[in-house]
């Protein structure tokens, strides 16, 4: 799905369009929950760590 991305808390699919987001490291990341966004918030090089 061209136009989806992932959570990058949970890996989930998410609609950039309808969805939370949050930029950091010059990138946005958009987020399935605003749980989501709040844990990635709280320690975003804990989720950035993991190459794809
Ligand atoms: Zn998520």
Redesign the pocket.
């Known amino acids: 799905m061209a136009d989806s991305e992932r ?1 990058p ?2 890996g ?1 699919q998410v609609d950039p369009d309808s969805s939370p987001s949050e930029s950091y490291g010059g990138k946005t990341y958009h ?3 605003n749980d ?1 966004l709040r844990a990635f918030q709280q320690e975003p090089q804990s989720y950035l760590s993991e190459s794809e």
């Open positions: 959570c808390v949970c989930m987020f399935c929950s989501c």
